[in-house]
């Protein structure tokens, strides 16, 4: 895996994998990367509970999902260690402050990589009960941003890369929301066709970085920006 690549990234393929396979080994190896993001930081020192937003609202997805997906192959110490991790992490996201975030428009990509990682992790570790205030919250600022930062055919005023970006965010917040029965923001997620964007705005050529190219609008570049090589820098 490349020096791009945080530990929580390895920690979540490695989660997939035991999920796929049930190997008692892959699920040792997502939990072992979860425990070196705070005992042996990569060099960028990319922690949960602290630094850029959008950096801790990746390693915070990461944990989340590596949590839920390996969660049977872990010892009950383990599991212990890691939700105690997310827990304190939620504790600290309800005071941090973004002028992204403040926006009463909401239609910044900041809200969906923070906001909706936060709930990512709030549902992993099953704290919305306990959290209902912020939890309530957290899904009203996601209605807020999915109804005025996309148009019908999922155009964001900052371009392609940054609706990519916000969507490995998004997407999972939607989803593990659904999994718990919980449908409020269905109709709002529903009534974009973000797929039409990618058909209507793609070109067919490719770039030497081996990237398909898309019209370029916004601040953001000509590239779908959804892998976390990009998400996390």
């Known amino acids: 895996w490349s020096s791009d690549v945080c530990s929580s990234d390895l920690a979540r393929e490695a989660a997939l994998l035991y999920l ?5 080994k892959y699920a040792q190896i997502s939990y072992q990367a979860l425990y070196a993001v705070h005992n042996d930081p990569d060099p960028d020192n990319r922690l949960l509970a602290a630094g850029y937003g959008l950096s801790r609202a990746t390693v915070g997805r990461n944990f989340a999902i590596a949590y839920d997906w390996a969660y049977s192959g872990w010892t009950s110490q383990q599991r212990n260690y890691i939700r105690g991790k997310v827990t304190a992490a939620l504790d600290v996201w309800e005071d941090f402050e973004h002028v992204n975030l403040n926006n009463p428009d909401m239609a910044s990509n900041w809200v969906a990589v923070c906001r909706g990682g936060e709930l990512v992790m709030m549902l992993a570790v099953y704290e919305e009960g306990s959290r209902s205030n912020r939890y309530n919250q957290l899904k009203e600022w996601l209605r807020t941003h999915l109804i005025n ?6 155009l964001s005023q900052e371009g392609i890369g940054y609706t990519s970006y916000a969507g490995i965010f998004l997407l999972p917040a939607i989803y593990a929301l659904q999994s718990v029965g919980d449908t409020e ?4 997620f529903d009534a974009i066709n973000f797929w039409k964007l990618a058909m209507y705005a793609g070109a067919f050529m490719i770039s030497k970085q081996s990237d398909r190219q898309f ?10 920006s959804d892998e976390d090589r990009k998400s996390v820098v």
């Open 215 to 224: 019209l370029q609008s916004g601040v953001s570049s000509e590239i779908i």
């Open 185 to 188: 923001l269905d109709a709002e």
């Open 149 to 154: 930062g996309y148009g019908k055919l999922g």
């Open 20 to 24: 796929l396979t049930n190997d008692i």
